[in-house]
């Protein structure tokens, strides 16, 4: 099956794509690139489910980190570390209503 791409949704000149290559560029975290990555491609007008594909990632999670974004731009992308936390909170709640 084929990528599907819609219609590009920003000019690949516009500020708003030169602010996203940067941030690519400029970025160590491996996580960090896949969320950049995913936005790169949803503003190229690929569809989330191809992005999916793409990225290795569930459909869900594509539409969390362009939601996030079209909320709050890149500063709105998730960091490891905040998700990292969350899920160890989440782990300890779970183990105290087992007991």
Not at 74 to 84: C, D, I, K, T
Request: hydrophobic share 40%.
């Amino acid at each position: 099956m084929k990528n599907k791409i819609l219609v590009s949704l920003v000019d690949k000149n516009s500020p708003e794509m030169q602010q996203l290559k940067k941030a690519i560029k400029d970025n160590d975290s491996k996580h960090m690139h896949i969320r950049y990555m995913v936005i790169f491609n949803h503003l190229e007008g690929y569809t989330n489910k191809a992005i999916a594909k793409t990225q290795n990632l569930v459909g869900h999670t594509v539409g969390t980190y362009v939601k996030a974004y079209n909320q709050n731009g890149l500063e709105g992308l998730p960091w490891v570390e905040v998700l990292v936390n969350l899920s160890f909170l989440m782990t300890i709640k779970k183990k105290s209503y087992l007991k």
